[in-house]
């Protein structure tokens, strides 16, 4: 039996015939982004502190439609703050089926843009309800649980007294009751006023899940330090709402990698015949 060498040329041809098929099911289709620009609702929860001006104990009280979002220790001077904001990603969800066809896409990334229009470090906010803006570390939380009201304060810090479904400090039992997970904890370095910062959020799969269903996602906000001053526009405020960015990439279809797999098959049988005589 007489063994003879594959023609070079030959050689290199299969090569290139086997990169194209691979290549081929995701040529022309890149990732894509897309930025809901504001949350559906967002309200900021307080405990209140001998030293803060609206009261000691603001724990039944509603903060929603307030203007602005806060996250405070409870050491902090005014008390505790955290904050609660609802997205909804249906706008997202129906350009990502657009564009590649319901199933076809997955999410790669998620990212969160805050800023504030009190952003600089060691500035007081205008409203004495709040801390002093300070340097710390904070945590992100995706709640299972969408159905809170955001209420309606009238200004930024002013209180509302809340109904059965408005959220308070006193909801947070409610809205830890259908599972959370963690999505990581950030450090928050004051950049100055009105300038967003940018969180890159863990892909944890409940998160995952419920963004691409294309619903409500709500995020909970809480100091992770007894430093952290952080204070965030809100929906309702003039500009610099709240951001969430989704990043998906297309996901090759089964049959494309089917056929890439065949050729190349067939490639290494064409060598292999030509090998042996």
């Known amino acids: 039996m007489k063994r003879t060498a594959l023609n070079p040329k030959l050689h290199l041809t299969y090569i290139g015939i086997s990169i194209l098929m691979f290549a081929l099911p995701i040529v022309g289709e890149a990732a894509t982004s897309y930025t809901i620009n504001n949350t559906t609702a967002d309200a900021f929860l307080a405990t209140g502190s001998p030293a803060n001006p609206v009261g000691s104990d603001l724990t039944s009280l509603n903060f929603g439609g307030a203007g602005t979002l806060a ?34 896409w997955t999410i790669t990334g998620m990212t969160l843009s805050l800023a504030s229009n009190f952003g600089a470090q060691g500035e007081q906010p205008n409203n004495g309800i709040f801390n002093t803006i300070n340097a710390g570390s904070f945590g992100i939380n995706w709640l299972g649980y969408d159905n809170w009201t955001e209420g309606t304060a009238g200004g930024m810090g002013s209180p509302g007294y809340p109904n059965n479904s408005s959220v308070s400090f006193n909801s947070i039992p409610i809205l830890f009751s259908s599972g959370y997970a963690s ?91 030509k090998r042996i005589l």
Not at 77 to 98: E, H, M, V, Y
Not at 228 to 236: D, T
């Open 71 to 104: 996250i405070s220790a409870a050491s902090s001077p005014k008390g505790r703050f955290d904050s609660i904001i609802k997205f909804n990603t249906a706008a997202a969800i129906n350009q990502f089926n657009t564009t590649y066809g319901a199933g076809n």
């Open 183 to 273: 999505l990581g904890t950030y450090f928050y370095s004051p950049p100055g006023d009105n300038l967003y910062l940018n969180y890159s959020l863990s892909l944890d799969p409940n998160l995952v899940s419920d963004a691409a269903a294309g619903g409500d996602v709500s995020l909970y906000f809480y100091a992770a330090d007894d430093q952290v001053g952080y204070l965030f526009n809100a929906r309702s405020f003039a500009s610099n709402h709240p951001e969430l960015t989704l990043t998906v990439a297309p996901v090759p279809e089964p049959g494309a990698f089917a056929f890439s797999t065949l050729v190349l098959g067939g490639c290494f049988l064409a060598r292999r015949s």
